[in-house]
């Protein structure tokens, strides 16, 4: 039985221990075939042109079609193999081709233009108002040569996209560096630990009979950077994550590994593709189902964000200089040194290390602190579960309410060998009343991370960053797994403007700094003891620490990925580009060998081209919505349970069932407000 094949049922899971690279091929043809056939069967002038009829012919098979695929797809970011990824990229530009050819069928189209408005419900509306769109930014107005080529477009886009992932991720994992006892002074115990083990299990140990073995994977890199006393090991992997995929890598076949020529060629193809739309750029394909008008708004929010946080970034850059002058004898720091004199200025100012606050936050209590949480907030329950599963480490989970189900979804916290880097929540399957049965399908969310994992025989101990970042994801999560939304074309995150999803992740991540919150998900490793209320007070002190810092680099990303998409001519230098937003942005000075738009994920391979703005844009919207939470708060327990049901019914339940700006203001009760992220972030004064 191939376990792709499985037929849907209202809660059917994909069997992902079963699923084999030899599974791939047959099952794409047979949903493939399947998919067509559905979809000459709705173009027909035998089916009806109405939403339901529509509906039954071809989401049906399409659907089915898509959980598959998609869990093929899953497996290749969370469990890459070079069979599987042979596979996967065999049956790539098939999946794509179909797809791209659903987009932009004109029969297709003309069916969805000859249904009725006033048939719908509100909720198919805002659906049918998102396919005409689509159809239109898919390609369904062109003819002849010009939708041939863009079609031929997206299976390129496709492919290289891929590949660009393919790159960073086999770069990242080609690096490896044995270092000694004394090259890890300063480290932590547990990264000390995790580096031992993987030493260990090394066969080819460049001779040596005692190490650590250091890799790129964040885990590792990061407490380096932050710890590490020794400036030339700290140099040695800055420059190796700097260049990792480009024109200057180091390693045997680095050249393999460049994605030089795949940004160019991605640039170019995406301008064309645009073009033969009739929009100037890609920036104003991608900005067409968002929230932003235009990108001269964007671009205008950027730099008046900028405005307002370089002083506060100048200064959190004269105050590391001094103190790496006079405290650290650094009179001319590198670029590998910053984040190391951050870590040592952040402890003399607040009296904590990092690395001491990490022994509180073990992973299964972290995780019963946040499940408390969302328990509360939202009146539900998250139980553990069992399902098949791709790794052993990976945890399945229902959320019910009442003893009815809800959601379930899979957790995948450690980062391993064959696992693409960062965090991210994918939907497994959308909530759906199915026209075929008539019962209601249940979401399911995967949820992934990359904590290193317990060593020594001691949990997964998580940075206050992890926790953050576990909690952003379950925003996310939450947001895709509690909607009451039927329709499956705006249910949970579908249909949610781009710039408008990040706002659930990023307002979940504000309850990583509510005590009674810590207070419930902190325990030392060793004594078992409660995290002391002055350690998180020291922590709330450091809470806005450099944050002026931090609002430039993301303004600097923002900025370079719109220009770079905004401009009027084809191709665009993007080492040169970068070089002059950061003229603009730039605090932390960056070496000339730095290639960081060679392992920029987001823009190239994850679906942000034009849109990586979106963060910051949607942390104005997040902000103002917990800033509802802490003005409730001085009203009492009443006040605030009560704007918890209204989060809960105006942002997370409603989906993209219709404008997030709409949703906004139903919870917020006007539009949004700059002011709460800025004194969120301690720069409002």
Not at 423 to 442: I, K, S, Y
Not at 494 to 511: H, I, K, R
Not at 526 to 536: K, T, Y
Not at 628 to 653: C, D, N
Request: charged share 20%; proline share 4%.
């Amino acid at each position: 039985m191939n376990p792709l094949l499985v037929r849907p049922t209202p809660n059917t899971l994909i069997d992902f221990a079963a699923i084999r690279p030899e599974h791939i091929a047959p099952a794409v043809d047979e949903l493939l075939n399947a998919s067509q056939a559905a979809l000459d069967k709705a173009c027909s002038s035998a089916t009806p042109a109405t939403w339901q009829n529509l509906s039954l012919t071809l989401d049906v098979a399409t659907e089915r079609f898509g959980v598959a695929w998609g869990s093929v797809s899953h497996l290749n970011g969370v469990a890459d193999t070079p069979e599987l990824r042979a596979a996967y990229n065999e049956a790539l530009p098939k999946v794509t081709q179909f797809f791209t050819l659903l987009g932009s069928d004109e029969r297709l189209y003309a069916k969805y233009k000859a249904i009725d408005p006033t048939s719908l419900t509100p909720e198919q509306t805002q659906a049918h108002k998102n396919a005409l769109r689509s159809f239109q930014l898919g390609g369904a107005d062109l003819v002849g040569t010009a939708k041939e080529r863009y079609a031929e477009i997206d299976e390129l886009l496709s492919a290289l996209s891929q590949k660009f992932s393919e790159n960073v991720l086999d770069s990242t994992e080609a690096f490896s560096y044995m270092a000694s006892e004394q090259e890890m002074a300063g480290m932590p115990d547990d990264v000390k630990l995790a580096a031992k083990a993987r030493f260990e299990l090394l066969a080819d140990k460049g001779g040596k009979t005692t190490g650590y073995a250091l890799t790129l994977k964040a885990p590792c890199y990061m407490p380096v950077m932050q710890f590490a006393n020794n400036s030339a090991l700290r140099e040695k992997l800055y420059k190796a994550y700097a260049t990792r995929a480009s024109d200057v890598s180091d390693g045997a076949d680095a050249q393999l590994r460049d994605n030089s020529a795949i940004i160019t060629e991605l640039l170019t193809l995406k301008h064309e593709q645009a073009q033969l739309l009739g929009f100037r750029h890609h920036a104003e394909v991608s900005l067409a189902p968002k929230m932003a008008n235009s990108s001269e708004e964007v671009i205008a929010f950027l730099k008046d964000l900028a405005s307002r946080a370089k002083p506060y970034a100048l200064k959190d850059m004269a105050e590391m200089r001094e103190f790496a002058k006079q405290e650290l004898g650094l009179a001319d720091p590198q670029p590998w040194d910053w984040t190391f004199i951050s870590e040592r200025l952040k402890e003399a100012r607040y009296a904590y290390s990092e690395s001491n606050v990490k022994n509180y936050f073990q992973l299964p209590k972290v995780l019963d602190g946040l499940f408390a949480k969302i328990e509360s907030l939202f009146d539900v329950q998250i139980v553990l579960d069992a399902a098949p599963t791709w790794n052993e480490k990976v945890q399945f989970y229902r959320i019910t309410q009442n003893d009815q189900l809800l959601a379930q979804f899979y957790l995948d916290t450690a980062a391993r060998d064959g696992k693409r880097g960062g965090a991210w929540m994918d939907d497994a399957r959308g909530r759906w009343l199915r026209v075929d049965t008539h019962e209601l399908q249940t979401p399911v969310a995967h949820l992934v991370c990359n904590f290193a994992d317990g060593a020594g025989g001691k949990p997964a101990l998580l940075t206050h960053d992890d926790v953050m970042t576990l909690f952003h994801e379950f925003g996310h999560g939450l947001h895709h797994m509690l909607t009451r939304v039927n329709e499956r074309d705006v249910a949970g995150i579908s249909g949610v403007e781009w710039d408008a999803v990040e706002l659930p992740s990023q307002f979940m991540e504000n309850f990583c700094w509510e005590w009674d919150v810590v207070q419930g998900m902190a325990a030392h490793v060793d004594s078992g003891q409660a995290m002391p209320a002055a350690l998180f007070q020291k922590m709330l002190a450091a809470k806005n620490y450099q944050s002026g810092l931090a609002t430039m680099r993301q303004v600097e990303f923002s900025l370079f990925d719109m220009l770079l998409h905004s401009k009027n001519t084809a191709v665009q230098e993007p080492m040169a580009l970068l070089a002059e937003v950061r003229k603009d942005t730039a605090v932390l000075p960056v070496p000339a060998y730095s290639r960081t738009p060679h392992s920029f994920s987001h823009i190239f391979a994850g679906g942000y081209a034009a849109g990586y703005y979106s963060y910051k844009w949607a942390e104005v919207l997040s902000a103002d919505c917990y800033a509802a939470f802490e003005e409730a708060s001085l009203l009492g327990i009443e006040a605030l349970q009560s704007t918890g049901k209204r989060y809960l019914t105006e942002i997370l339940q409603m989906g993209g069932s219709r404008p997030a700006i709409d949703s906004f203001t139903a919870f917020r009760g006007r539009t949004p407000q700059i002011d709460a992220l800025m004194r969120h972030q301690g720069m409002n004064s």
